[in-house]
């Protein structure tokens, strides 16, 4: 594979979620967990995409929920690959939620995984290259090494105050 390469475009992944009442907590928002059990999912086909290769998700970076979604809202997770390593491959998931009624849509929550492509066997394995061919995929990359930077930048300034 290290002669390989793969798109960020190849990668994009769009999911689409009803919130329904199994999802949400007593306020009839979505419980957290659900919102970042699809995020998972998401992230992980965008990599699968990517890769030709199982995934697994090795770590998942500091979330903040910056926006409820209600209960009837329309929750739309996007994920694209923005960088590689030898067997890693990072992922930036974003959600948002749309009221159906209204079109009105609105940013709830981002966040940067990270996962790991397996062989046949389970073991780590090279994943191809990234290959950005085109300006929207050079500027979403660089847009999200550069958010992923300024959101641990982020998490170490609180834990320093």
């Not at 979604?69 to 990072?90: A, M, P, Q």
Request: negative net charge; glycine residues 6%; proline residues 4%.
């Amino acid at each position: 594979m290290a002669d390989e390469t793969a798109t960020l475009a190849e990668s994009h992944t769009e999911m689409t979620e009803y919130l329904l009442p199994n999802d949400t907590n007593n306020l009839g928002r979505a419980l957290g967990g659900a919102v970042l059990h699809w995020m998972d999912i998401c992230g992980a086909i965008a990599a699968m995409r990517f890769s030709n290769r199982q995934v697994v998700t090795a770590s998942m970076d500091h979330v903040d929920f910056i926006s409820p979604i209600d209960l009837g809202e329309v929750v739309v997770i996007e994920g694209y690959v923005f960088n590689v390593g030898r067997t890693s491959i990072d992922v930036k998931v974003d959600v948002r939620a749309e009221n159906p009624r209204t079109d009105d849509e609105r940013e709830t929550t981002t966040s940067f995984f990270t996962f790991v492509a397996l062989d046949d066997d389970g073991t780590p394995t090279a994943v191809p290259r990234l290959a950005c061919p085109t300006d929207t995929e050079r500027d979403r990359r660089a847009e999200a090494i550069a958010e992923r930077q300024a959101q641990l930048e982020a998490v170490v300034e609180r834990m320093d105050g």
